[in-house]
């Protein structure tokens, strides 16, 4: 009995011991919250090739690419600590911005605004950035503080409000119109249409309070969606071409960093295609719509939607036109969007 009672001992320890390997070969993924390992996925597809599979410098494929600033070091503590998770939120989901010096947006002194850092406001959910937040705390050795939940279920409460304070302006302008009626009647006259117009002009503040609501409460846990992109009017006055293409060309380095994924000449990332002849190989209609919503045409495209206004779609889309290399040029790898 001795003997048996050993062996199992040393047999347990032994597979105790295994399973403290395999944890830690696999960096403790066994012990992720689902937050995290969500994030982690999502890393995996929209961040890894800049940032590196541990957030190093030099560490992704695309980074020794790219063009000035190039992607931190997600994984130094020191540094990465200083900063809140709203910061770290809010450098994932922003509004880029015109970093051209004198013509370009105004930019406040503690604003990030680096181009060759995508935003992912209107590609991913509230719940899927925080997601990626809390992932790239663990790569400096931290965890996530920001009340996730917290933020959903402020939300929906106001959603709730909203949706009460509308239902009670809807109930004010209904009674308001009754007694206009009811007194017309009484005078045997047409109703006043203005009787109610101050109980109108509330509902529609209201209204307008309840869609936003609504947006806010749907975007934390869905993907932003947005109307297809209606065919574009690219047609220019032969005089006005040149100027709006040299805009396109500002905006695709200065505001949205489109060199940090994609390769003109011998400067550029290799994350996506090259387009040094986007002139000739695509359509301006098709550049314009993808441009502009890149997710209604390929869901799973690592490139994020940057929120490009109609016209700085248009001036991008009249740049690329230009962009007609020699079919002599050396070819480039193959990239995948």
Partial sequence: ???????????????????????????????QSEQVSKG?????HYCMHCHGEHGRQNEGYNWGSMPDPRPKDLSAKEEMSTFKDEELFATVSRDMKDTTPEVGDKIGDDEFAVPTMPTFKYTLSEEEIWAIVAYVRTLHGTKLQYDVDGRK?????????AQQKYDQAKQALEAAEKKAAEEAKKKGAESDDDAASKEEEALAVVAKELERAKTAEANFSARPKFASVARPDLTVKPGQAPKLSDVGRRLYTNKYGCNACHRVGEAGGIVAPALDRAGFRLNATWVY????????????TRMPNLGLSDQDARAVTLYLATLRASSQAKPLEKASN
């Avoid at 047999?11 to 070969?25: C, D, E, I, P, R």
């Avoid at 982690?40 to 995996?44: E, I, R, S």
């Avoid at 279920?153 to 409000?161: E, F, M, R, W």
């Avoid at 719509?289 to 799973?300: A, L």
């Fill in 153 to 161: 279920k402020g939300l929906q409460d106001q959603l709730q409000a």
């Fill in 1 to 31: 009995m001795r003997t048996t009672g050993s062996v199992r001992r040393v047999w347990l320890a032994g597979a105790l011991v295994g399973v403290s390997a395999l944890v830690a070969g696999a960096g403790c993924a066994l012990f």
């Fill in 40 to 44: 982690q996925k999502l890393y995996g």
């Fill in 289 to 300: 719509r993808w441009i502009k919503y890149p997710q209604s045409m390929k869901p799973d």
